[in-house]
């Protein structure tokens, strides 16, 4: 899996062997707004909610990729920024602060900060052992939500109104929520795309694929890793805040590290070192567990096979398939 | 001459109970190229990668430019001018041939936490590293993503990558390893047009391109220094033809 993924995020970033498609990110995006309407046009009111899940999931699936598809970094513990985040947002809802321009800032502030804090220890890890450290991070801070008493404990924590932005209750309307939402998804791909295309970028893609060569030409490794750790986290945070106001409850399910595992199976699934990949990988896996959750209570029993066979069959995942098919067909 | 550029004093190194290094003491000086022969296992390769800065010594000091880097991390040694290839070649098989040496060059050309602007546009950094490509002579392969070059060339391309660096030192392990017979002698004609303009460390098995390049040599055996002189020298010492040169030379 590993040399796929190099393979992938190569293409991906920008050389001769898989050029990537620039027509497909415009594609996703446009689907992504035109969806409420489509939604109202054929009154299935609920499309807006599952849209709206896609796109939470989407922004921290994204960020993942960043770490897992261009830094090399499998970070198994990024669920626990969306839940930094969404506490984040409860507790502040908690104490009568609901306002967006303060929860927003505080959620990627707290993200970040916990990223910093542990990506130092992280960062010195590699491989195997990376995956377990990133993921007992996530455990711990998992076990300190369940044990917050005061904001609930196991059982979570409800929040009175969805955050409003300078005062004013916008987000209440749940399609108003949706285009935000979008936003936030737009500006974090942006984002992403250009932290990639930049020195920064360059230089975490180049550990990514010979650390020691990187070393020996006199970039601390390290750094640009813990960099590209942390802004990965505050981006988690946004995700966070995007859940919480979104189900306007906070629980510490949110960070279990089932959580981190299903974000990277969003990342695999659609294409590792891509950023459409992730985006792509959040739509089907959370469709695929609405439709499949529906036919029966053990969807997972159809679903994993079915992430066996991409796994096995779709070298770089749903998006190196779809090109793939493309180039074979002219 | 002025100055050593390098100066190891009693470099001790060993692996478990292998003594790999045993009171390794040379002098680079300014503009000359060294080379370090020796049997498989003398430990040229540890010698190499303790300067460079891959493996921490056990004992000894190495000063580089007048400095004690002995205590100094790779990338600290790199950022000082101190630049190598690698026995088993080490490029960025997925990056393109420029980008590998703008990359190098970007390491010494401002800083790289910049976070937007495309790097691959800039043009501080194309320029020179296609000027250290063409030094290398695989300029017309910039645009090929750097997996795909024959193995010559990806040798060329670590030439290219190290000279972007514009090194106060360049440390070359087995640069010829591997390669065809008309690559060698491409690989020997470029080194000469590049000696006495850098000050070179070679680490070399093939020793018509040791008799070509070098203006001393070095002799490790087991881990020793068993002679350092001029090749001329070194040829004629009967200790180094029993030890080492006697096999080769027949």
């Known amino acids: ?330 | 001459m002025g100055e050593p550029v390098l100066r190891i004093k009693g470099l001790c190194k060993s692996f478990g109970s292998l003594l790999v290094n045993d009171d390794v003491t040379l002098d680079v000086m300014p503009g000359e190229m060294l080379a370090v022969i020796g049997p498989n296992g003398a430990g040229k390769t540890t010698l190499i990668n303790q300067i460079s800065g891959l493996l921490p010594p056990d004992a000894g000091t190495i000063m580089f430019d007048g400095a004690d880097v002995t205590a100094l991390p790779p990338q600290a040694r790199a950022l000082r001018g101190l630049a190598r290839s690698f026995q088993i070649t080490s490029i960025l098989p997925g990056f393109s041939v420029l980008e590998n040496v703008a990359l190098a060059v970007q390491a010494r050309s401002g800083s790289s936490l910049r976070f937007f602007g495309r790097a691959d546009r800039e043009a501080r950094l194309n320029p020179p590293a296609l000027a250290a490509l063409e030094q290398a002579g695989i300029a017309d392969r910039a645009h090929l993503p750097a997996g795909e070059l024959s193995h010559g060339e990806k040798r060329a391309l670590e030439l290219a990558i190290a000279l972007a660096m514009q090194p106060a030192l360049l440390l070359l392990d087995e640069p010829m390893a591997g390669i065809g017979r008309e690559e060698t002698e491409r690989q020997i004609e470029l080194l000469l047009r590049l000696k006495g303009k850098l000050t070179m460390v070679l680490v070399e098995h093939d020793m018509s391109a040791v008799f070509a390049l070098a203006d001393r040599i070095s002799v490790l055996i087991r881990g020793r220094v068993l002679r350092t002189g001029l090749p001329a020298d070194v040829r004629a010492d009967p200790q180094v033809v029993t030890a080492y040169l006697g096999e080769q030379m027949e």
């Open chain 1, 1 to 330: 899996m590993m040399t796929g993924a190099a393979a992938i995020a190569a293409g991906g970033a920008g050389s001769a062997r898989q050029p990537r498609n620039a027509a497909l990110p415009a594609v996703i995006f446009a689907i992504f707004a035109l969806m409420p309407a489509f939604a109202a046009l054929t009154a299935q009111h609920y499309l807006v909610d599952t849209g709206t899940r896609i796109i939470v999931y989407a922004v921290a699936a994204v960020a993942l990729d960043l770490l897992v598809g261009y830094g090399g970094l499998i970070s198994f513990g990024q669920a626990a920024f969306i839940g930094l985040g969404a506490y984040a947002v409860g507790i502040l809802s908690a104490a009568g602060i609901g306002d967006a321009l303060v929860s927003l800032p505080v959620a990627i502030a707290v993200s970040m900060a916990f990223a910093w804090i542990t990506g130092v220890v992280c960062i010195r890890t590699k491989g195997v052992y990376f995956i377990m450290i990133t993921l007992a991070f996530g455990q711990m801070v998992y076990f300190l939500a369940t044990s917050l008493a005061p904001y609930g404990g196991d059982n979570g924590l409800t929040i009175d109104a969805r955050n409003t932005i300078a005062g004013w209750p916008v987000l209440k309307n749940d399609t108003a929520f949706y285009y935000f939402a979008f936003l936030c998804l737009l500006a974090t791909y942006l984002l992403c795309r250009a932290l990639i295309a930049s020195r920064f970028g360059r230089v975490l893609r180049g550990t990514k694929e010979n650390a020691t060569r990187m070393a020996a030409i006199g970039f601390t490794v390290q750094r640009f890793q813990l960099i590209a750790y942390v802004i990965a986290g505050g981006i988690g945070g946004v995700s966070g805040f995007l859940l919480a106001n979104s189900t306007e409850f906070v629980a510490p399910a949110y960070m279990a590290w089932q959580q981190s595992g299903e974000l990277i199976v969003m990342v695999i699934l659609g294409g590792v070192g891509t950023l459409d990949g992730a985006i792509v990988g959040s739509a089907v896996y959370l469709l695929a567990e609405e439709w499949l959750s529906g036919l029966t209570e053990n969807w997972q029993v159809i679903f994993g096979p079915f992430l066996v066979l991409v796994v096995l069959f779709a070298r770089g995942g749903l998006i190196g398939f779809c090109a793939r098919l493309r180039l074979r067909h002219g």
